[in-house]
Each structure stands twice: as structure tokens, then as C-alpha cells.
């Protein structure tokens, strides 16, 4: 399928716009997500792991949702990359006033998108709250020991040192 074809797919099936309107919206859309239009008739192998992301955020966008559910949308993306597409996500959100439930297994990525977290451990809620708290000051064992096992990039503050062992907290 082409770009066109793949952001478009859900238009048609939703069938209330005529083709020149999807065409229109289609490029409304990679606009939005910092592409050009002129891409439309091309096929996705041909763009890069970043583009290919924000061709599925254009698609994910067409039919004007109030929630996307992004599960592990940045893990298969290199650090650069991954910044780009959290910041493009954050101005999508504020021009678009929609909302996001992001999964992820990235704290870092979490802390720095997020404004609320909800941390699960064998399928169940065990905190929710703002994320600074949660990723500065968790309540839950299980959440220290998952905050304590993130790396710290400052030799002089060697935190697995003092790292919260899961296996001490299991029963």
C-alpha cells in the first residue's frame, strides 16, 4: 500500500468523504506530522524508522480520535529519533486536545511524556499519581524497585549501589 492508501484506509472504510477529500485530509495529516505531501505515492519501506512512526501517527490522527493508546510507540527508535516523536506527540496533544495512554517500559521516556502514571506489576495496579512523583518519590516497593533499577549516567552517584531488589520484596 502506499502512504496515500495506509493514512487513508480509515477514511474510507469510515465512507463519509469523497476521494479528493481523503486526498486533502491525507495531506492535512503528514503535514501535521512534519512530512510532505508529496509523499503520499510512495511505499513505507522507502522512509526511515522515524517517518514510518509518524506516517502511523498520521493514520492513528484520521479520524479525528479524543484518545490514542500508544503502546511502546518510541521503543524501536533510536534516542534522537525518540525525542523528535515525543515532542511532535506533545504538540499533536496541545494543537489537537487529545489525550494519550502511553505504555511503556522506558522511565525515562514515561517521566518526560507522562503527567500521570499508573504502575502495574503481574497485571495489577500497584500506584498511580503525577509522574515526578511517582519517578522521584514512589510509595510502592515495587515501584522503588523499578525506579531504583533505571541507570544513572552520573559516575559520582552510582545508584545501583543502593538498588531496591525486587526478589527482597517478593513473597
Known sequence: MTIRQIIGDPLVVEGKLSAKQ??????????LVGLSPD?????????SGGQRQRIGIARALALDPRII???????????????????LLLEIQSRLDLSFIFISHDISVVRYFCDRVAVMHR????EVGPAE????????????????????PDPRNKRMLHR???????T
Open 123 to 126: 497485571g495489577k495496579l500497584v
Open 22 to 31: 481523503i486526498e486533502e485530509k491525507v495531506a492535512e495529516l503528514l503535514r
Open 69 to 87: 493508546i500508544a503502546d511502546e510507540a518510541t521503543s524501536a527508535l533510536d534516542v534522537s529519533i525518540r525525542s523528535q516523536i515525543l515532542d
Open 133 to 152: 512523583k511517582i519517578c522521584t518519590a514512589p510509595d510502592a516497593d515495587y515501584t522503588r524497585a523499578l525506579i531504583s533499577a533505571v541507570p544513572n
Open 39 to 47: 509523499v503520499m505515492e510512495r511505499y513505507p519501506h522507502a522512509f
Open 164 to 170: 531496591t531488589r525486587l526478589s527482597a520484596l517478593s
